[in-house]
């Protein structure tokens, strides 16, 4: 039998507003309060994890989470970020990275919520912000706002949101084409955070919506650029945040952080399941294993009995602290995994010999 995915450390980092954004070592660091980013992310796990292991404190989580993000909303359908301890806001809107977030766990929910209504409010909330997210333009942005908006069956949704998906996987196409050369297809000129979302955006584009040459020819070039560049001898190599991959310059090896392995895994999982001949199980699970210590330094990060996750790798050691955006990277990638179709689970499961932290329960057959 399965172990269950620990909410230790999601409980230990709850406020009494929502989920704390940042940790001192495994202790909620309360000086720097919370952020709707870090809420909506918890949303979108506990509503997945919803499907999977239904509890009742996964449920006053993700109720709080959600009291959390009917604070954050303003009256014009935007939503406000940064929160003080004291429950004191310190924006009046988010930055575009906070609407786009926002935006997947609305449509998370609209698709997996046992509950109708919180079904009814995502609708409605994912409808009055759509209109500001055909105003955005950072990729990554852009980008989450495809893959929310492809998210929810048709039927579900008005038309203007499909408009709206097909106008913004048009600009994603178009930054690719103005970007892209023959050593570096790409959507900008350096890879910086989260950088699997570009891809996976096509990814969701296609999947729900246009399957032509064009974006096809995009996101298997930038997939496989991706890969060939994070991923080596089936071990993954995160883009690290000390000055990023510049196009022309070498990777930046460090800073790594457990974002990237999370939104790695995401997509290579939905990669494979669309284009299976694209990218094997092992390059699949590598994102997956580097938690684990799969790694450069090849030390774990997590601690599934506890359900935390350190917040990064360095040249020589693991960053003690364990934040909320590193924690949900991990329990969501756990969480995929225990669905995972059984060539990845193998996959992965053939690495247990050589990691320092067991992962069979995540990938034994079901």
């Known amino acids: 039998m399965q172990a269950t995915i620990s909410l230790r450390h999601f409980s230990t980092m709850m406020g009494p507003y929502g989920l704390y954004q940042h940790a001192q070592g495994i202790k909620p660091l309360l000086a720097e309060g919370y952020c709707t980013d870090d809420n909506s992310r918890a949303i979108r796990f506990l509503v997945s994890l919803e499907q999977y292991q239904p509890s009742a404190e996964a449920n006053t989580l993700l109720n709080s989470c959600w009291q959390f993000l009917t604070q954050a909303r303003r009256p014009n359908g935007v939503f406000r970020n940064f929160r003080q301890a004291d429950g004191k806001w310190l924006d009046q809107i988010g930055t575009e990275d906070t609407l786009a977030h926002t935006a997947r766990s609305l449509a998370t929910v609209l ?55 097909n106008e913004l996987a048009g600009r994603l196409l178009k930054l690719f084409a103005s970007n892209r050369r023959t050593d570096w297809p790409w959507f900008e000129n350096r890879l910086t955070y989260a950088n699997a979302l570009l891809p996976h955006a096509l990814l969701s584009y296609v999947r729900s919506s246009n ?3 064009h974006y096809l020819v995009a996101l298997h070039a930038s997939a496989s650029f991706l890969c060939e560049a994070t991923i080596t001898g089936d071990m993954f190599h995160p883009i690290g945040n000390k000055g990023w991959y510049q196009s022309g310059r070498p990777a930046a090896r460090y800073d790594q952080q457990p974002i990237e392995a999370g939104t790695m895994f995401e997509f290579l999982l939905e990669y494979h399941a669309e284009f299976p001949d694209r990218v094997s199980p092992a390059t699949v699970a590598a994102p997956y294993l580097w938690f684990f210590g799969h790694n450069s330094l090849k030390q774990p990060l997590v601690n599934p009995e506890k359900g935390w996750c350190r917040d990064g790798l360095n040249h020589t050691q693991i960053n003690p602290n364990c934040g909320a955006e590193s924690m949900l990277a991990y329990l969501h990638a756990d969480l995929l995994m225990r669905t995972a179709p059984a060539a990845i689970k193998q996959a992965a499961a053939k690495m247990q010999t050589v990691l320092p932290v067991p992962i069979a329960d995540s990938t034994s057959p079901t």
């Open 111 to 165: 698709l997996k919520t046992k509950t109708s209504v919180r079904r009814r409010q995502a609708r409605d909330w994912l409808i009055a912000l759509t209109p500001h997210l055909q105003q955005l333009h950072h990729q990554r942005a852009i980008a989450e706002s495809i893959i929310a908006l492809s998210l929810p069956p048709v039927k579900k949704i008005p038309a203007s949101l499909t408009s709206a998906q």
């Open 211 to 213: 399957r032509s040459s």
